[in-house]
């Protein structure tokens, strides 16, 4: 995946997770790995940690189908299967 849409996706996340107000720890280490990824261009914690807020999110989703978006799902997907 490239740089800018991997960034942009976990960033969306970011939002996402502090919108909905859950997971406020994985918030906090996704926000860690991207500025870790910028500095090293490592992607490894930040494909470990979207895999993470992937489940929430499908959680969320479950509960509530329009509060995570079909493309933000389908995003992170994306991260995780990188």
Request: hydrophobic share 35%.
């Amino acid at each position: 995946m490239k740089t800018l849409a991997l960034e942009k996706t976990v960033t969306a996340t970011v939002e996402k997770l502090r919108k909905l107000n859950i997971q406020e720890q994985l918030t906090e280490e996704l926000q860690w790995c991207l500025g870790s990824y910028r500095y090293d261009q490592n992607p490894s914690g930040l494909i470990e940690k979207s895999t993470v807020a992937l489940d929430a999110l499908k959680a969320e989703k479950q509960k509530n189908s329009r509060a995570v978006s079909k493309k933000l799902i389908e995003d992170l997907e994306k991260v995780a299967s990188v």
